[in-house]
């Protein structure tokens, strides 16, 4: 299954993510099998980093939570608001086209 995260950042968080960096990269290459694309949120007027989005690949919720919580940005506490939600992957370039049910 796939399992969006939606991280919304707490203010002033843009130092901590610059500390916190090599080590959540560290830990990005160790789970990139599990992790379908992942990168930060920006805020349109600015280019800021306001958050991060993962789409992560687990057999539940709660596997796919628990991976989240190793990640170094996650154990830092930058984000205020996590948004969990089940994702299928049904159309896009990505998925190579149409995958929904009973699509060809």
Known sequence: MLVMFHCFDNDNQLQIRLDTLKSHL???????????????LLQPETGDIIGSLYVLEADSINNAHR??????????????????????????????????????
């Not at 990139?32 to 930060?40: E, L, R």
Request: no cysteine; net charge positive.
């Open 26 to 40: 560290t830990w990005v290459e160790k789970n990139m099998t599990s992790i379908k694309v992942a990168g930060p």
């Open 67 to 104: 991976l989240l919580k190793n990640d170094p940005y996650y154990k830092a506490d930058i984000w205020k608001n996590i948004t969990i939600t089940e994702f299928k992957d049904y159309a896009g370039t990505w998925v190579g086209g149409k995958n929904w049910p009973g699509a060809r």
